[in-house]
């Protein structure tokens, strides 16, 4: 009987310099270290990852993005800044990617044990794309989004559409008519949906140090549930970026 091989998974995070709001954003120190470093030591704990890729753009602004995920012992792909798309496909096909998780660089507040909750939900089978994000029921910057690196590779094929170009996974939100989609349910309070742990702006980069300033010397690996707890009891922090509108897609 021949074995069945199991899909590899690699997680790509799409990072870059460049920020039309905050410059730099994804290596600024948090607790010491490189923002992207940090969100790299949170997302290699999760168990269902075979690799980790950051996808960077190729021009020299961003060589010092290559060096942090060097330096934190992942792998870089290079190509281009404006064309993300293109750039996650040819990342999924040099690290020989079956099944892509998604992620973003300024989003250093992942929680592991998400991350693999919805790549498990994926291998499930019977969607072309799963997430937690339509609709949201997790922080705004702990989106995970998981699909076939083949299903990706014909999207780049086919669109020309700048805003698919710009947002990797958008055409699969867009046309449920062509993709089977499913959302992962989660047990966080409803409201944990509502909160911000993303990065696009000072005030969110403060938010994020604060969080690490009260969490992390004590647990090193601490959770969403510890997050969210922490802006429950201390809601002063959650007000520091809670007037941060998140740029639209379109």
């Known amino acids: 009987m021949t074995e ?13 310099y460049r920020s039309s709001r905050l410059p730099g954003k994804v290596v600024k120190p948090v ?9 790299i030591e949170r997302v290699s704990r999760a168990r269902t990852l075979d690799a980790i890729v950051v996808a960077c753009p190729d021009g020299p602004e961003d060589d010092v993005v290559e060096e942090v ?3 934190t012992g992942v792998f870089c792909f290079r190509g281009s800044e404006n064309d993300v798309l293109a750039r996650v496909v040819g990342a999924a096909s040099a690290n020989r ?9 300024d989003c250093p507040l992942h929680d592991p044990s998400l991350i693999d909750k919805v790549v498990s939900d994926y291998m499930l089978g019977g969607a072309d794309f799963v997430s937690n994000i339509l609709p949201y029921t997790t922080p705004r910057g702990t989106d995970v989004r998981v699909f076939a690196a083949s299903a990706l590779a014909e999207i780049a094929e086919r669109s020309s559409d700048p805003a698919d170009r710009e947002h990797v996974s958008l055409h699969f939100w867009e046309h449920p008519e062509r993709y089977t989609r499913r959302n992962v349910t989660t ?4 409201h944990a949906s509502d909160l ?16 690490y300033d009260a969490l992390y010397p004590g647990k090193p690996a601490f ?28």
């Not at 069945?4 to 870059?16: D, G, M, Q, W, Y």
């Not at 607790?31 to 969100?39: E, W």
Request: proline share 5%; glycine share 2%.
């Open 4 to 16: 069945l091989k199991r899909p590899r998974v690699v997680c790509i995070i799409e990072a870059r």
């Open 31 to 39: 607790m010491g270290q490189p923002m992207l470093s940090r969100m």
């Open 69 to 71: 995920a060097f330096e």
């Open 97 to 105: 990617a079956d099944v892509i998780v998604e992620l973003t660089g």
């Open 187 to 190: 047990e966080f309070p409803e």
């Open 196 to 211: 911000r742990l993303t990065v696009d702006t000072a005030e969110d980069f403060r938010l994020v140090n604060e969080i």
């Open 223 to 250: 959770t969403l549930w510890d997050v969210i707890s922490l802006l429950d009891v201390r809601p002063e922090l959650r007000a520091i970026n809670e007037h941060v509108q998140q740029k639209a897609v379109r």
